[in-house]
């Protein structure tokens, strides 16, 4: 195996158990809603310390529900990723095609380079 294979076994490998260990370890079991968004605890606590406090804006959409919203943050998650993996697989093409510009284009040169040597041994033997 490639070392950069075994590095993205091992980085696939702590992805998997930072999503997987605070459910096996029953972190947040003693909450309401044990893995809240850090919005919906920010609310909490902002109300707590100030219960009169009114926010400055209002949402420009509110969706009718908690699972349209998650499945609206998974849209955007996507998409984001999509973007990225588009401008990282450009980037990666560039690179490529550039190396292969390169390759020909040394192979041109050796070749144009041996061609101008033998014309120039042809033209001095037929003196």
């Known amino acids: 195996m490639s070392r950069n294979a075994k590095v993205n076994t091992l980085?696939?490998?702590?992805v998997a158990a930072l999503a997987?260990?605070?459910l096996a370890l029953g972190l947040g079991d003693?909450?309401?809603e044990p893995f809240a968004g850090a919005d919906a605890?920010?609310?909490t606590a902002i109300t707590e310390l100030a219960p009169d406090y009114e926010?400055?804006?209002a949402p420009l959409y509110e969706p009718p529900s908690g699972e349209v919203e998650s499945a609206l943050?998974?849209?955007q998650a996507a998409l984001g990723a999509g973007v990225l993996a588009y401008?990282?697989?450009v980037r990666r093409g560039r690179r490529q095609g550039e190396a292969r510009a390169a390759a020909a284009g040394e192979g041109t040169a050796a070749g144009a380079g041996r061609a101008r040597a033998d014309a120039a041994r042809d033209a001095g033997a037929a003196e």
Do not use: I, N, R, T
Request: glycine share 4%; aromatic share 22%; proline share 9%.
């Open 20 to 22: 997987v260990l605070p």
């Open 41 to 43: 605890q920010a609310e």
């Open 55 to 57: 926010p400055w804006f």
């Open 11 to 14: 980085l696939l490998l702590v």
């Open 87 to 89: 401008y990282f697989g």
């Open 73 to 75: 943050f998974a849209l």
């Open 30 to 32: 003693h909450k309401e």
